[in-house]
């Protein structure tokens, strides 16, 4: 009986041990998982990552379930380690009662070697016939961030031209587009068809942000990162407003769809300047940068007046 104690409490120990192993590694795992919990498993599409939906995101949408199973999985076997360690401390010398811990004990670790033992599988078959220069790497963390080309340009020329071509002295639409949409901003609508008159022609509307100035977009992206907050595009370049040298159809402004977080800022950080003569209020920036509320939107024009 006492050697039985003895063999019995030798076990607990061990089993103790190995559930403090298993957590430790599972925090780890959690981290070196990339998936992020507070965050969700879905992508994009939500209000934590509101860009559009690519079939990227879709194959990044399997892997954090993937991710969280896994999680979920080492979770549930600490805590079934750590119950079947109080069976054997609880069974009172009973062989039936140790017998059946043991059982238990052993199909968690099967379980665990199974699960770990399928990734050390594939990890060792991806290893010996994929080519990593091709094939995305490492492949369980799937990236989507796509880089830009690079074109050389004469900065003696231009030297804040951001990198992309250019479009009646501004940007080109996709680069424009990109440019904007990689530091985080959701633009409304698609580009006006080309020949249009105005955007009040095209069923639905449209946007357009070709032509825009690289220093509009540097200014436009300094407010977003200094806010910190949401920011639409619902106006650029497209035919249809009202003209100027310093106006939308020049590249020197952009519309911006309000928010609580955006109008809070502007607000609180921007000069009032007073009533505009159409009745709209003025906002002014340090930097020259001069908002005004028109009606559902807040036009911005980046440049000093």
């Not at 559930?19 to 590694?25: A, K, M, P, R, V």
């Not at 949409?181 to 249009?196: E, M, Q, S, V, Y």
């Not at 955006?262 to 609180?268: E, K, V």
Request: contains cysteine; hydrophobic residues 45%; charged residues 15%.
């Amino acid at each position: 009986m006492k050697l039985e104690t003895y063999n019995t409490k030798l076990i607990f120990v061990a089993i103790l041990l190995f559930s403090i192993f298993l957590f430790s590694t599972t925090a780890s795992a959690q981290v070196i998982g990339n998936w992020d919990f507070l965050k969700g498993i879905v992508p994009c599409g939500t209000s934590y990552a509101n860009h559009a939906c690519t079939v990227c995101d879709f194959f990044v949408l399997i892997q954090n379930i993937i991710n969280f199973l896994l999680y979920a999985f080492a979770s549930l076997a600490t805590l079934a380690v750590i119950y079947i360690a109080f069976l054997f401390l609880f069974s009172g010398g009973s062989p039936a009662k140790i017998i059946e811990a043991k059982g238990k004990l052993w199909l968690v670790v099967i379980g665990i070697f199974w699960v770990l033992g399928s990734w050390l599988v594939l990890n060792t078959i991806l290893n010996l016939i994929v080519d990593q220069s091709v094939f995305p790497w490492p492949w369980n963390q799937i990236n989507c961030e796509v880089s830009q080309p690079q074109i050389p340009l004469e900065t003696s020329v231009l030297p804040e031209l951001l990198p992309w071509g250019l479009e009646k002295g501004g940007l080109s639409e996709e680069g424009a587009r990109a440019e904007l949409r990689l530091a985080g901003f959701t633009i409304n609508k698609n580009p006006c068809p080309i020949g249009i008159v105005s955007y009040e022609s095209v069923a639905g509307g449209c946007t357009s942000l070709g032509g825009l100035k690289p220093s509009t977009i540097e200014k436009a992206i300094q407010l977003k990162k200094d806010c910190n907050c949401d920011i639409e595009i619902t106006g650029g370049t497209e035919p249809g407003h009202a003209k100027g040298a310093f106006g939308h159809a020049n590249g020197y402004k952009l519309d911006f769809r309000p928010n609580q977080k955006l109008d809070s800022y502007i607000q609180t950080n921007f000069e009032y300047v007073g009533i505009r003569s159409d009745g709209a209020k003025q906002y002014a920036a340090p930097n020259g940068m001069i908002m005004v509320r028109e009606g559902d939107h807040w036009d911005a024009t980046f440049i000093k007046l």
